[in-house]
């Protein structure tokens, strides 16, 4: 099958789950969220006015068309504006993804590259101090929570060290790098952790195949092995690890947004929640949903080029 | 010894990039005079007619005028003329107020203009404004304000409330530009509140030009004629940046002041606004705000909602650390009552005044106050706060003092001794920290006659859900003045049954009566008597628990001059200035 082909058939699979999607999301709006008359109205609404609005934004229609309407955009991509700021919602999520990709993107790649190096070396000296510290860290970097991080960061190294920002924001390269390093260095404390003991498990998984002995035995030198033969077979689970985590760059990180003051999708998010802004949690839900689908199908399609053993089909 | 290069190589790198980020600056000009403010909360735009929140109106207020503001420096709050060429003149049946405008007054400059350079204000566009209130496509909820209050603007609303398209152009009776500059309000009936209403956020004037250009999008393009400008507010971005308006007309900083005010009379007479630019961040947390704020990188902190107001405010003082650092304090009270609403329409509470007044007497205040605000706050007997007429600093409400037996007595009265039979009572709150603790101590205290009390977290759109739907049966809630009338608090009573206001559903046939008569009274004598009336009315028939009368907060940098906070005061930034020579005198101690 070829990959045009593949990906069709995949992209068709996705359908059923957006529809889904919508639905959880469009139930969980209508049962459980606040009425959004009220936080747009503000505290001098009358009920007169809550009714003209529900009648305005469709919300006094019945449910099943409701729901149509949600299916609708969600498959024409057309999600209007935001009912609380008016403006585009397309608008807004390329607005926020640039920051949050700012932040995202340096982030995980150092994030990445550290894991799979620290993870590589613990694998070499298995067993050893170095092997068994790193893991401890690592142990340790997991089991603490996002939000002290966040907190001993900003008052140790950016308030009384004074080397980074506490806090904000600014627009444009070269202007947000300041802003970003202290969050971005949270982001690869976090995300350390749990990579280093996963991609260490797969390459220890690995070392102890017989290839590994064979090229030992041929006298390879222990990095071209790591390099060249383990790191290169140990490639499908790293890939999916990495590829899978592509999205939360693009959606921002919800707790790291709002405690630094970044302005990106995560930050939008939790502001849409904040003002029942439905609109935007229904395009943020379904942008997330496709995202995950789209790179889930990117994957499977790497697989192939990593290892000529799969086939797509 | 290559690893060792390389990991040389790697740590130099690290420290370039370090360095690099250390020295990337936004450029700002030399000895420019720049306000750094901060923000909790997201600015949901700058249309006068559809912003409601106090951290939004702050915002507009920089960029808007209107006709009437309040005196800076003057306490009690006092209205004087602002785009007005003086206070209006008033027909003798209370009805028609007429307006001279300011000559020479421009809007920003700005592309919705033709020449992309502002015009002239004139009185069509209060005319156009006001309307813009009552036009049914703008959905202000402002309206129901000064709904059946000027002589034609709710027909003319009803008229084009099915219509695709309003006519502005049609006249209205009640609201005229009688020439270029004298504008004229035609009441249906005398109403005492009118002035104040006109200096409200939403009575601010805003160009027709702007509304049309920028259609759906005008709230997020602020065109204004105050003393800031803004090219363009992008609410996704957690910065506000604004510039001192270069076409600002001649207003003076005032040169008198009440009694204890007098100090900050330095730059009296100096043309406004004194600083060249407001930055505003958006920080929602509190550790960043704060920190910031200590670095020096913010110049005023807002620190009303916050729990470090706990920590640095001590007896009505900062302490010492803050002070070594020159840091000020400004404490203004609070227009401002809290609360533990009842749903005075759902059982139990429906027409049992007594065990409402049971709760009442079993909240005990004192311990409140010293546990949620270090004793600052003052103990509310009533729903007026200091400062308002009708406020009476001696008056003791027989139910609002923390008695336990008496408490017991009447909820025996009421037909639950000891709180048998009473069902376990929901107390729904804002599901944040702060208001979680306030509602576990309301529970708490009530334990202590018997009554079962569950603490509901909500988010807040939830909250008012709940409310508007009478689903609550209690729930905590603050409410604060638009205007320094205490009838802004009063009419939460009056028939609230039929409006969401604070979700009492009360109804009272003696309270509404004399409260038509009080409030449609000029400010007198004989109406803070009625007020005063009112408010023992409403002790007897105890619709909500009162907690507390709130003082806000303020700190300010030592290099921060003339600082007043006032909440009905808008635009106060044109009034502060920097001084840039004490800033780097007093950054050196941090």
Known sequence: MSIYHYTVRRLFYAIPILIGVTLVIFILFNVVAGDPTLTLLGRYATLQQMAELRHELGLDKPLLLQYLDTLRSTFTLQFGRSWSTNQPISQMIQVGAYASLTLSVPAFVLASLLSIAMALLAAFFRDTLLDRSLVVISVIMMSVSVLAYILFGQWVFAYKLGWFEIAGYEYGFPYFIPYIILPAMIWIVLSIGPDVRFYRTIILDEVHQDYVRTARAKGLANRTILFKHVLKNAMIPIITNLVTQIPSLILGALLIESFFGIPGLGNITLQAINNSDFPVIKAMTILSSMLYIIFNVITDILYTLVDPRIKLN | ?590
């Open chain 2, 1 to 590: 010894m290559k690893n060792l290069s390389r990991f040389g190589a790697l740590a130099l790198i690290i420290l370039a990039v370090w360095l690099y980020a250390r020295s990337v600056r936004v450029p700002q000009g030399q000895n420019e005079k720049v306000l750094v403010t901060t923000s909790e909360v997201q600015i949901k735009g700058f249309d006068p007619a559809q912003i409601d929140d106090l951290y939004s109106s702050r915002e507009a207020t920089r960029v808007y005028e209107g006709l009437l503001t309040y005196h800076y420096l003057k306490r009690p709050h006092e209205l004087v003329p602002n785009l007005a060429v003086s206070l209006p003149t008033v027909s003798e049946d209370g009805c028609v107020y007429t307006f001279t405008l300011r000559e020479g007054v421009k809007f920003h400059d700005n592309a919705c203009f033709p020449s992309g350079q502002g015009r002239e204000l004139t009185a069509e566009d209060f005319v156009y404004a006001i309307k813009r209130v009552a036009d049914p496509k703008v959905r202000s909820s402002w309206f129901s304000v000064v709904a059946g209050k000027i002589k034609g603007l709710d027909a003319w609303r009803d008229k084009y409330t099915d219509t695709a398209h309003t006519d502005y152009s049609e006249a209205v009776e009640g609201l005229k530009a009688l020439d270029r500059y004298s504008l004229q309000f035609t009441l249906t009936q005398p109403w005492p509140q009118f002035l104040y209403i006109l200096a409200m956020n939403f009575c601010c004037v805003v160009p027709q030009e702007a509304v049309q250009y920028y259609g759906e999008e005008f709230l997020n393009h602020p065109v204004g004629t105050g003393p800031f400008t803004m090219e363009a507010f992008n609410p996704q971005l957690n910065k506000l940046v604004y510039h001192k308006n270069p076409t600002f007309r001649d207003k003076r900083f005032p040169s008198e002041a009440s009694e204890g005010y007098q100090h900050l009379l330095a730059d009296a007479g100096k043309k406004l606004p004194l600083v060249d630019k407001i930055i505003t961040h958006i920080l929602p947390e509190e550790q960043p705000r704060w920190l910031k704020f200590q670095q020096g990188a913010i110049d005023i902190a807002d620190i009303a909602s916050d729990n470090i107001a706990l920590e640095v405010i001590k007896g009505n003082t900062i302490v010492p650390q803050l002070q070594e650092k020159g840091v000020q304090l400004c404490l203004e009270q609070a227009p401002m009552t809290s609360f533990f609403a009842i749903n005075n329409d759902c059982e139990p509470f429906k027409n049992n005044a007594k065990l409402r007044q049971a709760l009442s007497l079993a909240f005990d205040g004192q311990r409140y106050n010293e546990l949620f605000f270090n004793g600052s706050a003052v103990s509310a007997q009533s729903i007026i706060p200091p400062g308002l007429s009708g406020y009476q600093r001696d008056y003791v409400n027989p139910y609002k003092q923390y008695d336990l037996a008496k408490a017991k007595q009447q909820l025996a009265a009421a037909g639950y001794p000891e709180g048998k039979g009473l069902p376990v009572i929901t107390l729904d709150v804002r599901a944040n920290t702060k208001q979680k603790q306030e509602g576990e101590f309301f529970k708490k205290c009530m334990e202590g006659i018997g009554v079962k009390i569950r603490v509901v977290p909500n988010i807040f759109p939830e909250l008012l859900k709940k409310m508007s739907q009478r689903k609550t049966m209690m729930h905590a809630i603050s409410w604060g003045a638009d205007y320094p009338d205490a009838e802004n608090f009063l009419q939460l009573f009056y028939k609230s049954h039929q409006s969401m206001s604070a979700g009492l559903n009360f109804n009272d046939a003696a309270y509404n009566a004399l409260y038509e008569r009080a409030t449609n009274m000029q400010p007198s004598e004989e109406r803070t008597i009625l007020y005063e009336q009112l408010n023992r009315m409403l002790a007897e028939c105890a619709p909500v628990v009162y907690s507390i009368h709130q003082a806000h907060p303020v700190l300010y940098h030592g290099w921060v001059k003339n600082y007043l906070w006032s909440n009905y005061c808008g635009g106060l930034e044109q009034y502060i200035n920097i001084d840039l020579d004490q800033k780097k005198a007093l950054q050196a101690r941090f």
